[in-house]
Each structure stands twice: as structure tokens, then as C-alpha cells.
């Protein structure tokens, strides 16, 4: 996919004082929508090294605890999760506990066809968070719970009750089986790349982002809450 002109042209790139994790123009960084697209999009892939410095991947839910109710802070928020205790990713955080978490929203493909002329290129539109954050182990079965029953309020509340009332046989193994952990903030980049720098394009997208997918018409609603389209 051709991105030059679409998207990610030459001599937009963003200087930054901190180390990179994407590629981010500045007319696509939007900081203060971090943790709207985390909230929506909460199923995360988890990066870290292996033990012969190679990305070793997991996918997982997690849950956002902020730290505040300044949408722009987001530097002190902690991140939640769990993975099996068999999987070997549990030791890899314990001996290298700096990560990166990737959450991906809504993407679609972008037709040349919603500009009034004819010299243009396709591209992808998209909605991307990478955080880098210091993981630290919780431990206890009483830490466990508090993160599922957390994951439960936020994805199936009616079952809170029927976890509950499981038996301590049933629940106690199913909590040894996994290692729960938070992650503190200490970087984050937030891209949302709708095509921003190109006006003459917005009414055309929207408009057959609208009629799409349902990944489509998740990025008509982010280009009205941009307000790039009336």
C-alpha cells in the first residue's frame, strides 16, 4: 500500500524528544484520545523479549485503571492484565519487566476514489496505541480475583454473581492457573491517521465509510468526533 502521498508523506516526520515506537506525523498524534480508543479497543498484544532477545507476543484483554480525570494525563496510569501461568511469557516479565503494549481500533482500506481528481493513491486509514510500560507482579489469589471480576464489569456484568457463587474447588485452581500483573505508564503514542491533512477529501470518506463494515462506520464516528465532518 502506498502511503506517500495518502497519509504519511515525506517531511512529516515528527521529531520527538523520546524514542519511538511508530512512526507518527503530528497531524496524526492525538494524545488526549488514548484511552478512549484503550477502552474500546481493550484487546491488547503484549511485547516483550524472550529469553534469546526475540519479540515474544501475547494476546490478551486489559483493563485501563486511570490515574486521573485529565484525558491528556494519561503518564500514571496503570494497565491490567493476566496470562497463564504455562505460558512462558509469565517468566519473561518477571526477569524483563519493561513492555510494550500495541492496541489496534478500527482500520479500513481508503479509496483514491473520494478525492475530486483522479492523480491519487489508496492508502489505510487506522487507530493505533503503543504504550511502554514497567510491569509488576501481584500475587495472592485475592489480587486475581479483583482483576477478573474488573475484566467481568467491564465485558459481561450479569456474570459477576455466577463467578461469585462458584465453588472455592472450581475457582482456586482456575486463579493458580494464571499470573495477574499491572503496568505503569511511562510512555504512549497515540495515532489516529483519518486522512486529517487532506479536506478535500472528508466528505466523500465519510460518506462511504458510513455506508461500510462495521470497521468502516467506527471511522465515520471517530472523522464527526475529529470534527472533520459536520
Known amino acids: 500500500m502506498l502511503h506517500r502521498q495518502l497519509g504519511e508523506d515525506r517531511g512529516a516526520l515528527r521529531t520527538h524528544s523520546r524514542p519511538l515506537t511508530m512512526y507518527l506525523p503530528k497531524q496524526f498524534d492525538h494524545p488526549s484520545h488514548a484511552r478512549t480508543i484503550i477502552r474500546e479497543n481493550p484487546f491488547a498484544s503484549l511485547i516483550s523479549n524472550d529469553d534469546d532477545g526475540f519479540p515474544f507476543v501475547t494476546h490478551?484483554?486489559?483493563?485501563?485503571?486511570?490515574?486521573?480525570?485529565?484525558?491528556?494525563?494519561?503518564?500514571?496510569?496503570?494497565l491490567l492484565g493476566h496470562v497463564a501461568k504455562g505460558n512462558p511469557h509469565a517468566n519473561y516479565l518477571k526477569q524483563r519487566p519493561e513492555v510494550l503494549l500495541v492496541f489496534m481500533g478500527?482500520?479500513?482500506?481508503?479509496?483514491?476514489?473520494?478525492?475530486?481528481?483522479?492523480?491519487r493513491v489508496p492508502t489505510w486509514s487506522y487507530l493505533a496505541v503503543h504504550v511502554k510500560a514497567q510491569v509488576r507482579m501481584l500475587e495472592g489469589e485475592e489480587a486475581k480475583d479483583a482483576i477478573l471480576k474488573q475484566l467481568i464489569s467491564d465485558h459481561e456484568p450479569s456474570y459477576a454473581q455466577q463467578w461469585r457463587q462458584l465453588p472455592s474447588s472450581y475457582t482456586e485452581p482456575m486463579l493458580n492457573a494464571i499470573v495477574a500483573?499491572?503496568?505503569?505508564?511511562?510512555?504512549?503514542?497515540?495515532?489516529?491517521?483519518?486522512?486529517?491533512?487532506?479536506?478535500?477529501?472528508h466528505a466523500a470518506m465519510h460518506a462511504a465509510y458510513e455506508a461500510g463494515n462495521p470497521s468502516e462506520k467506527e471511522l465515520a464516528l471517530w472523522m464527526r468526533r475529529l470534527g472533520m465532518v459536520a
Open 106 to 119: 478500527p482500520h479500513a482500506y481508503m479509496s483514491p476514489s473520494v478525492y475530486p481528481d483522479l492523480v
Open 60 to 78: 490478551l484483554p486489559i483493563k485501563l485503571q486511570p490515574s486521573t480525570t485529565d484525558e491528556n494525563d494519561v503518564s500514571s496510569d496503570l
Open 181 to 201: 500483573f499491572e503496568m505503569r505508564v511511562l510512555k504512549i503514542q497515540t495515532k489516529v491517521k483519518l486522512n486529517q491533512h487532506r479536506p478535500e477529501s
